[in-house]
């Protein structure tokens, strides 16, 4: 296994292995940047088929935090950390406790929180040894309302944008995924009197969707398709790809799911096609700036940003004539490069 050479190191300040044998923790910290503050992200726990998959998927979502930080304002940068095994059979306090001493160990350069495979229960075990740990079940755990919001927010900014109106009302979305965040984006997109036309792989939360929305259900794939105004992906990654782009019937594509464009320049493919996109770790911001956030006031004032920071974005693409994702690209950068990071 290569670890400065491999594809996906670019430029990391640190990465860390560790274990402990009693409890068969296995884990990778990976620091990408600290210039912006230290390097928050969460804490992934997945059985990886091989050493070398745990090791890309550390890099590649640690480099992801640090522009999702800097973009977002926020004078953290980016980090995160995998934990190699099945989080349903080997998670155990011990496990999370061994892996609580080792992110302590590092000091404070990396601060830990929930991921897919961890849960806030389980930072409750994880600040038994380390400080540098957030999100707990007591304070504002579960990221999902800020990330909602956000993306609600996302949406209207980029209504605003194609179709110079701020009023939802008759807006038609296509919402993929009816889970923590996507449920809630449907609560605020019906609130604001949009029409929902919904699809989800669990029969009972469309159905849910359906009897509180008024939605309407559409089967799997045919959610691409839909002449509706806005296409929210809230479940999986990689949607916007070769397949799906041609077909793709709305105007806009705004959602929570991470990594939405299979490849960076289906970014391009779409704004060929006149979509306007809303690059994914821009609008689904809000859940890090939740655990950001220890005092839950600044939580939504902060959110509440993300409207402002994607008009600038949606701006300077039409502008420059380039993919929205490359300018959040670059925007990050900027913010990389800035001196003040408080006041970038
Ligand atoms: N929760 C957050 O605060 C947050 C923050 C940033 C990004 N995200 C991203 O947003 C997305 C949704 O997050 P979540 O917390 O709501 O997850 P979740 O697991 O609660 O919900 C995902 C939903 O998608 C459904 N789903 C899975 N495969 C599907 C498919 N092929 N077609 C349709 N539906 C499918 C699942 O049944 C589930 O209801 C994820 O990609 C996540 O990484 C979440």
Redesign the pocket.
Known sequence: MSVFSARDYDGHEQVVFGSDEDSGLKCIIAIHNTVRGPALGGCRMWDYATEDEALTDALRLSRGMTYKAAVAGLPYGGGKAVIMGDSKTRKTDALLRAYGRFVDSLGGRYITAED?GTTVGDMDVVRETTRFARGFTDGTG???????YGVFLAIRGAVEHKMGTSDLSGLRVAV?????????LSAYLAEAGARLFV????PE?VERAVRDFAAVAVA?GE?YGLDVDVFA?????AVINDETVPTLGAAIVA?????QLAEDRHGEALRRRGILYAP?YVA?????M?IAYEDSENIMEHVGKIHRTLKLIFARAEVEGVATNAVADRMAEEMLGASDPIAA
């Open positions: 897919v579960n990221p999902s309302p800020a990330t909602a993929q995924g009816l889970g923590n965040v996507g449920y809630r699809t989800d792989v669990r939360a799997g959610i992906p809230c479940a999986l990654g959602g929570a799911a991470n990594n994914d689904n911001a809000g859940g890090l939740d």
